[in-house]
Structure formats: structure tokens, C-alpha cells
């Protein structure tokens, strides 16, 4: 077992980016910890998810910028950890348990925003159960899979579309129909990419 940080780490090529380097240096500069981070990200899926409870042009278009802050703050927070060396002991406790409240958040939201809140809370149950057995595979002693096609930054960029899709519909005088859509393929990807994962995992252990 190695206790290297990154072993179980999300691959993320926005790492690399400048933006991404900008922003660490800046909040290093700071006394900021990645666990304040984590709790911002927190902040971020809860105003999204409250948007998307009353759908409008400007809730929707709102929510898609707070979904990208969301992960933006995810993103932040490991870089500043790992990075910048601020890791704590409670680090990997806090750049889990708040996706999963994030998660649920910003889908349950979004279901009720097309208009669908009971597949909002099935793509919440299936984004869990895909980050249940990615961490299932570690708890057995192999390196975390964040195989897709429904990993948490395909979700959110499928949610972020679904918002901007809706507010667009809004603007042409529709009632929106394809923020439905982009839930259902988000419910559906999410169980795809469970079974992939676990199939990833047997592999591993035969």
C-alpha cells in the first residue's frame, strides 16, 4: 500500500492548465485551506440546485455558471492540497463526502427543473453507486478506476448543456423539453459507467 497522494487521484488534464496554475499560485498567497475550498463547492451545487427549483432563462444560465464554480472549486482543492502542500489528515475526507452532496444537489435540482424530479433522484442514486464502486476497487486494493462515460466532469458538463439547452428553449418561447433528455442520458450513462467499473474491478481480482 503507498501512501502517495496521487495514486487514487481524478485525471484531469485542466491541471496543466495556465488558468488552473494562476489560480493555485493566487490562493497559496492566501491562508485559504483546500478543505474551505471543498466547503465552497458545497455552496456552489447548493445555490444551483435552489435555481433550478424555479426554471427560468436566468436561473438556468445562473445555475450552469455555479455547476462550473462546483467543479472549478473541486479542481482547486486538490491543487492546493497536493500542490501546494497543504494536505491535511481529514483532506481525503472532505474531497469526497462533498461530491456526493454536490452531486445530489445539483441532479435532484435539475430534475425538478425538467420537470422530471423522480429520474433527477435516480441519476443522483446512479452518480453515488458509480462513486460507491470506483472506491469500492480501492477499498479491495486496486487503483481507483474514474472510467466514463458518466464520470462526475462528463455529468456536470451533460448538466451544464442541459441548463443552457433549457434556457435557450425558454428564449424561443418553448417549454423546455431537453433538459428531460439530457437527464435521461446522464441516468443511463451513469449505470453504463457502473458496469464498466465493475467490470474493471473483476478483472482485477481474477
Not at 423522480?118 to 478506476?145: D, P, V
Not at 474514474?146 to 451544464?160: D, E, L, N, S
Not at 417549454?175 to 443511463?188: Q, R, S
Request: charged share 15%.
Amino acid at each position: 500500500m503507498t501512501d502517495d497522494p496521487t495514486r487514487n487521484r481524478r485525471p484531469l488534464a485542466s491541471r496543466q492548465t495556465g488558468l488552473a496554475r494562476r489560480l493555485t499560485e493566487a490562493l497559496l498567497r492566501t491562508s485559504i485551506t483546500p478543505d474551505q475550498i471543498s466547503f465552497a463547492g458545497i455552496l456552489f451545487a447548493a445555490a444551483a440546485g435552489i435555481l433550478l427549483l424555479t426554471p427560468t432563462i436566468l436561473t438556468f444560465l445562473l445555475a450552469a455558471l455555479l455547476i462550473q464554480l462546483r467543479l472549478l472549486a473541486n479542481l482547486l482543492d486538490g491543487l492546493v492540497a497536493v500542490e501546494g502542500g497543504r494536505g491535511s489528515r481529514l483532506g481525503p475526507l472532505w474531497n469526497e463526502a462533498p461530491d456526493r452532496v454536490e452531486d445530489t444537489l445539483i441532479l435532484a435540482g435539475f430534475g425538478v427543473a425538467a420537470g422530471a424530479p423522480a429520474l433527477g433522484l435516480c441519476a443522483a442514486l446512479g452518480a453515488m453507486f458509480c462513486a460507491y464502486i470506483r472506491a469500492l476497487g480501492g477499498a479491495l486494493g486496486q487503483t481507483q478506476t474514474f472510467a466514463g462515460p458518466m464520470a462526475k466532469q462528463h455529468r456536470m458538463a451533460a448538466i451544464t448543456l442541459g441548463c443552457a439547452l433549457g434556457a435557450a428553449e425558454l428564449v424561443a418561447g418553448r417549454a423546455p423539453v431537453t433538459p428531460e433528455i439530457v437527464l435521461w442520458v446522464v441516468t443511463l450513462g451513469a449505470l453504463l459507467t457502473a458496469a464498466r467499473r465493475l467490470r474493471v474491478i473483476a478483472r482485477g481480482l481474477e
